[in-house]
């Protein structure tokens, strides 16, 4: 038991500090703001910004699709 518990352990750990997404090399943001998390989907991808917004890419393109600002009220 002690030797199947260290091995999902051992699984666990590995699975976390693998790869992360696929960034892209560069993607401008605008000034002063910086990249507090990343998600990417079919085609898309997306940036939450220090400055309470989500920035949508285009894949392919890298061209900003869409901004949304985040409320907070």
Same mark, same amino acid.
Request: no cysteine; proline share 0%.
């Given at each position: 038991?002690?030797?199947?518990?260290l091995?999902?352990?051992?699984?666990?750990?590995t699975r976390f500090y693998g790869q992360g997404p696929d960034v892209p090399e560069s993607i401008t943001l605008p000034d002063g703001q910086s990249a507090t #998390?990343? =998600?990417?989907?079919?085609g898309w991808y997306a940036v939450?910004?220090?400055g309470q917004q989500i920035l949508?890419?285009? #894949?392919? =393109?890298g061209q900003l699709k869409q901004t949304i600002t985040i409320s907070t009220d």
């Open positions: 038991m002690i030797g199947g518990l091995l999902v352990v051992g699984l666990l750990v #998390a990343f =998600t990417k989907g079919d939450v910004t220090d949508i890419f285009d #894949a392919l =393109t």
